[in-house]
């Protein structure tokens, strides 16, 4: 019996190490995914080059939004933050800059 619930207490570690593991991932992905997206929108839209300084994911519960922040190539100063919908197929919900 002990070696059974050694066992099984074993595996069940193993299973949930696992899931989260790919949960990581997983955001870690969207988050690059919505990147290129802003890259590619600002190039199609703006005619810019967009580099990317960091992405998150809003702060909102259950919240699907990513925010890519980062500044057009010329111009380091001005930041231009997109809102990437990665529900929705990765559209572009909002863009704004200072």
């Known amino acids: 019996m002990k070696k059974f619930c050694l066992i099984f207490a074993v595996?069940?570690?193993l299973v949930v190490s696992g899931c989260k593991?790919?949960?990581?991932?997983?955001?870690?992905?969207?988050v690059q995914r919505a990147s290129d997206v802003a890259v590619e929108y600002i190039r199609v839209k703006k005619d810019k080059d967009f580099v990317v300084k960091d992405a998150e994911?809003?702060?909102a519960t259950n919240s699907s939004i990513v925010f890519v922040y980062g500044y057009?190539?010329?111009e380091k100063?001005?930041?231009v933050v997109l809102m990437v919908d990665s529900a929705d197929d990765y559209k572009i919900t909002g863009v704004g800059s200072n």
């Open 57 to 59: 994911f809003s702060s």
């Open 77 to 79: 100063d001005k930041e």
């Open 21 to 30: 593991k790919d949960d990581e991932m997983s955001k870690k992905d969207i």
């Open 11 to 13: 595996f069940l570690i």
């Open 72 to 74: 057009y190539k010329p």
